[in-house]
């Protein structure tokens, strides 16, 4: 249920808070006092789109905020949208501003419009005064038989079954519609690519190397001349650094013969001695090893060019190429086998088919069982709203073809009078009589309707007297297992809330703005008297019996 509204900077309101309750909340005033910018605030933390028009002149940004109470069964659809769910509870919150885009957030979280219009579409089940309209569609009304028969489990193994089947066939059709030449064409393509990939027999980390190796052979003589001028320093040179070592350790040699503290000095001159030899002969070794003739480094050349053709050609990686053959032979072996696929789709389209056809006739018996129940549910409700010798009839017929809703077309008909003929629905019904009907079906959907909240604004058009007072109670049975918020002019409908509140609107310093207060006692009795027409005693009399008749 919505525990409260704060509204700041909408239309005529600078600063309100709603408080709710649950069961029925109703809404009165006077015309023009901005009843449905409540609901319409309501309807902007629940995703509908927002009019700029609509923020108060001379705001900077409007907002809305919402607490939302016993909202455990959205836990699932916030988890899939990442979203922290707060317990049973529910913070939205929506921005917008005049001159930029607007934001919104759910416990929180940062969330788009369609997220939030997705969460709305849970929480609450919205008719305004043309909101009954969807009444006139067939197709609205198969998904109240449905809803009323118990079909939904039904409903959606057929359509999970539906979408497999459909999907097979556009796979299948996507086949058939391919021409034969353009079809040897590609697979030709697609072997010469894989071809010219397989050949070159990539190796993942074979171009590092192959660099590395390119790039010492290009500096080949360079690398000899270095060898040679170490060479000729360290060894081969007269004065070269072995030579005068040489004469170091005789020195030291001589030295350690007068004094023992020498032997150190003459084992390190020793050390540099041994350690040079060795580099030579490593140096000598990696020389020899670096002799590479120039067949070989133009193949090394030419393998690189080869790879970065490839590459060029394919991806930016060696990986990647033969990420691309992989990808190109799987298109090759389906296109290569074309023919066996289409044959184990038409195999497979034939199956689901036939297993439609048998969950379609199941859904159709479950929804035969429950048209008449439903019929007579219904003209019962009208009857009790003011159609008192009224006839309602749901016409369920078969369809030719499979659809995704089964093989049946459902239709309402209707005959508000004695002695006139039962026609559609859209056919016969006033905007005053569709109010009525619509309020019949949802009195008798109220136990299988999961969404929470109901809202209603001005169902009551075009009704009165006793027909207004049916109106109220029913409103009020519905309130049992739902909230519900009704704005009314009519205090009969009025008299049935249980909570009761007069939205009003004065003039300060040239600015118009809404406040709300809840009435009790008193102040509820004189509300219904104006409603009523006047505060004469007899007013209020009859307000205080309306009110009487709820207790």
């Not at 049973?88 to 219009?117: C, H």
């Not at 020195?251 to 580099?279: H, V, Y």
Request: one cysteine or more.
């Amino acid at each position: 249920m919505l525990q409260s509204l704060r509204i700041r900077n909408l239309a005529v309101i600078e600063d309100l808070s709603w408080e709710l309750e649950s069961g029925l909340n109703v809404l009165t005033g006077e015309t023009g006092a901005g009843k449905s910018i409540l609901i319409d605030a309501f309807n902007l933390i629940l995703g509908e789109r927002a009019d700029k028009g609509m923020i108060r002149d001379g705001s900077a940004e409007c907002s809305v905020e919402g607490v939302l109470a016993d909202c455990g069964f959205t836990e699932s659809f916030l988890e899939e949208q990442g979203i922290k769910p707060e317990g049973d509870e529910l913070l939205l919150k929506r921005v917008f501003y005049p001159e930029k885009a607007g934001k919104q957030w759910i416990n929180g979280s940062p969330v788009t419009l369609q997220m939030l219009k997705k969460l709305g579409d849970l929480l609450v089940d919205m008719h305004g005064p043309h909101d009954h309209q969807s009444l006139l569609s067939v197709d609205e009304q198969l998904k109240a038989l449905d809803a009323y028969s118990g079909a939904d489990q039904k409903l959606a193994a057929y359509r999970e079954t539906y979408l497999e089947w459909k999907q097979n066939l556009q796979a299948l059709d996507g086949l058939q519609q391919t021409d034969t030449g353009q079809l040897a064409q590609r697979v030709d393509f697609l072997e010469y690519q894989i071809a010219e990939i397989e050949n070159a027999e990539l190796k993942a980390d074979e171009e590092e190397t192959l660099e590395a190796s390119f790039d010492r052979a290009t500096h080949q003589q360079r690398i000899l001349e270095v060898h040679s001028e170490c060479q000729s320093l360290f060894s081969d040179a007269d004065g070269s650094i072995l030579e005068q070592l040489a004469a170091v350790q005789r020195l030291l040699e001589e030295w350690q013969g007068m004094d023992s503290k020498a032997e150190a000095f003459r084992e390190t001159n020793e050390g540099l001695i041994s350690q040079i030899n060795e580099m030579l002969r490593d140096m000598e070794g990696l020389s020899a090893s670096e002799e590479l003739d120039t067949g070989q480094l133009h193949e090394m050349e030419a393998r690189l060019d080869l790879i970065k053709g490839l590459k060029r050609k394919f991806g930016h990686t060696v990986e990647a190429v033969l990420e691309e053959c992989e990808s190109m032979r799987q298109e090759r072996d389906e296109l290569s086998g074309r023919e066996g696929r289409v044959g184990e789709l038409q195999a497979a389209a034939a199956l689901l088919e036939k297993d439609l056809e048998k969950q379609a006739k199941e859904l159709s018996k479950v929804r035969k069982k429950a048209v008449p129940k439903l019929a007579q549910a219904i003209t019962e409700q009208l009857r009790f709203l003011g159609f008192a010798k009224s006839e309602f009839e749901v016409q369920l017929t078969a369809c030719e073809s499979l659809a995704s809703k089964g093989k049946d077309r459902c239709e309402f008909f209707f005959s508000p009078n004695p002695g006139q003929k039962s026609r559609p629905l859209k056919a016969v019904a006033s905007s005053g009589e569709m109010a009525r009907v619509m309020l019949a079906v949802k009195s008798v959907l109220a136990a299988e309707d999961q969404v929470p909240i109901l809202i209603f604004d001005e169902v009551d058009a075009n009704v009165g007297g006793e027909t207004a007072v049916a109106v109220g109670k029913r409103l009020r049975d519905l309130a049992a297992n739902h909230q519900v918020m009704c704005i009314t002019h009519l205090p009969q409908v009025a008299a049935a809330g249980n909570v009761h509140f007069r939205v009003e609107k004065s003039v300060t310093k040239g600015m118009t703005h809404t406040q709300l207060k809840q009435l009790e006692g008193a102040e509820r009795e004189d509300e219904l008297s104006r409603m009523l027409g006047g505060k004469s005693e007899s007013a209020k009399e009859l307000a205080k019996n309306l009110i009487a008749e709820h207790v």
